[in-house]
């Protein structure tokens, strides 16, 4: 049989550490242009087309246009890595001279909270032109009294997340979040995983720990209730990993970026997925007023 071989262009930081020689990996789930791969620690380990960017546990390789992994892997066929290789039936990843994406450090401190707070109206500004241009739709209310365009099946679903929660309030919200809504990764997780993402580095911040702490037990004892893929990103994100775009876009945020700055990242944001990255970045834009609230 030939053996169509990738090099692989980057590999994500948990991705280098996670992987050992004789490892035996399985096909989880195929996609046009990603590839979805079962680790013996239980998380996935994706493919990623170079159209992709980084992820923490990602591969990116540099497939064609017509590359189709529906018509080159099948679910639960065996992987192995031997030797910086990867193999598949037909296929071959080798990941040695691949550049590794690490996590940018960012001060987590006073001022840099007052920058991401500052640049709270041009986020929101871009998130409604995003959804008026492009149609997109969430089942989630995805800003406070705001109409949305689209054809939501029923009203979309108001979010009430809050420092002055109760704990049978947030338990009530986390529980009904999980697993809510349309979608590859559901509308509810989406939006969970963006909150979670912008209360991260300030996570000590004496108003917020106990809500944030309160939160993440939630969500851990609640992955149950959603999807393989998607319990893979709420579960990293429990440990503060999240995408490139939204690593790149909470430094802007920290910053003093211009306004021009803070829109392109959140293109970026909310470019992933037919909905996912607009729920995220309602998600974001939740915590920001969480976190203003906090002041």
């Known amino acids: 049989m030939a053996v ?34 079962r680790h013996p620690d239980g998380y ?40 910086g290789v990867l193999r598949g039936v037909g296929w071959s990843v080798a990941i040695d001279d691949a550049v590794c994406w690490q996590l940018d450090q960012m001060d987590a401190d006073e001022p840099t909270l007052l920058n991401a707070l500052s640049h709270y109206a041009t986020l929101e500004w871009q998130l409604i032109e995003y959804c008026h241009q492009y149609q997109s739709e969430s089942d989630l209310q995805l800003l406070p009294g705001r109409i949305q365009s689209g054809t939501a099946r029923h009203p979309p679903r108001v ?12 338990a009530a919200e986390v529980t009904g ?48 209730r ?20 939204i690593c790149q876009l909470m430094l802007v945020l920290a910053s003093t970026a211009s306004a021009t700055q803070v829109q392109l990242t959140a293109l970026e944001v909310m470019q992933f997925g037919a909905s996912s990255g607009v729920d995220c970045l309602a998600g974001i834009l939740h915590g920001l007023r969480t976190l203003r609230s906090s002041l």
């Open 4 to 37: 169509t071989a990738f090099s692989a262009l980057s590999i994500g930081y948990l991705a280098a550490n996670r992987l050992a020689d004789q490892d035996r990996l399985q096909v989880h789930s195929c996609f046009q242009r990603s590839l979805n791969l």
């Open 44 to 83: 996935l380990l994706p493919l990623l087309s170079s159209a992709f960017q980084d992820l923490p546990d990602a591969i990116r390789i540099p497939v064609s246009r017509e590359w189709d992994w529906r018509h080159h892997a099948q679910i639960g066929q065996m992987v192995t890595f031997h030797h």
């Open 159 to 170: 979010v009430q997340l809050d420092l002055t929660d109760s704990p049978e309030r947030l």
């Open 177 to 224: 979040l999980i697993g809510y809504g349309r979608g590859l990764t559901p509308d509810g997780d989406d939006y969970l995983l963006g909150y979670m993402a912008v209360l991260w580095p300030w996570r000590q911040h004496p108003a917020v720990t106990s809500h944030d702490g309160a939160l993440r037990d939630l969500v851990g004892s609640q992955l149950s």
């Open 226 to 245: 959603t999807n393989d893929i998607s319990r893979h990103y709420l579960a990293r994100a429990l440990a503060g990993h999240f995408s490139a775009p």
